[in-house]
């Protein structure tokens, strides 16, 4: 139990598209999914706290015009890479939160951006 | 700020040894501490917490809030624990329907057991 699965796994876009990452959990509902990056060689870095039928809360440095959250429902949240930039090219992962604390993860995205 | 150090990039050890793979946090409060693994290829899991004082896999791991340290070890080191492993920190814990905190991630620390 307690799956969560990421759409794509890798993506590779042009600069100036945008593209939609899903963080679905399998088996369990989440009102609370984070989204992480992680770029090379360097630790995963916590981007938005996104809470079902709410506004995402953004960490600071990440700019909410760009990473759009939507979590329509308890299993499915969305991170879209608006007008995508090389410097966008990252491993994106997203958690979902079961009960008080526990987080399980997706298996994260890789974006390019050339 | 709140602020996860894993100061080795590499930790190699033969297979039996003891493994103690380090863990320092910063933060102004009581945090929850947090040891994640991932192995190759795999996703990222949880292989324990602090506040459940539990040994998964042989590994325990003890928060000593004077040095604000969080050392994962174990006492015999077996192949299988060959992964990397992230130290990572969160705010109190909240009663349930209260919220969550995301975590702060330490960098990372690459252990490889030796036969």
């Known amino acids: 139990g307690a799956v969560v699965s990421q759409h794509p796994s890798r993506v590779i876009c042009k600069s100036g598209t945008s593209v939609k990452i899903e963080c679905r959990s399998l088996?369990?509902?989440?009102?609370?999914m984070f989204w992480y990056r992680q770029f090379p060689k360097q630790s995963l870095m916590l981007m938005a706290t996104?809470?079902?039928?709410?506004?995402?809360?953004?960490e600071q440095g990440v700019e909410k015009d760009k990473f759009l959250i939507n979590h329509a429902s308890l299993t499915l949240s969305t991170l879209t890479v608006t007008s995508a930039h090389p410097e966008d090219s990252s491993f994106y992962i997203c958690?979902?939160?079961?009960?008080?604390?526990?987080?399980?993860f997706g298996p994260g995205t890789r974006l390019t951006v050339t | 700020a709140q602020r996860v150090t894993q100061p080795e990039k590499l930790l190699s050890v033969f297979k039996g040894a003891p493994v103690e793979l380090k863990c320092n946090y910063s933060?102004?409060?009581?945090?929850?501490l947090f040891w994640y693994v991932q192995y190759s290829r795999q996703r990222l899991q949880l292989l324990l917490r602090?506040?459940s004082r539990e040994s998964i896999k042989g590994f325990t791991a003890d928060l000593n809030k004077g040095e604000t340290s969080f050392h994962l070890k174990k006492p015999f080191a077996q192949e299988e624990d060959s992964a990397m492993y992230y130290c990572?920190?969160?705010?109190?814990?909240?009663?349930?329907?209260?919220?969550?905190?995301?975590?702060?991630f330490g960098k990372g620390t690459h252990l490889i057991i030796q036969p």
């Open positions: 996104s809470n079902e039928g709410s506004k995402a809360t953004y």
């Open positions: 088996d369990f509902q989440a009102t609370t």
């Open positions: 958690s979902a939160q079961m009960g008080a604390y526990e987080q399980y």
């Open positions: 990572a920190l969160s705010g109190p814990l909240k009663c349930s329907g209260g919220g969550a905190d995301g975590l702060t």
């Open positions: 602090h506040i």
């Open positions: 933060y102004s409060g009581s945090p929850e």
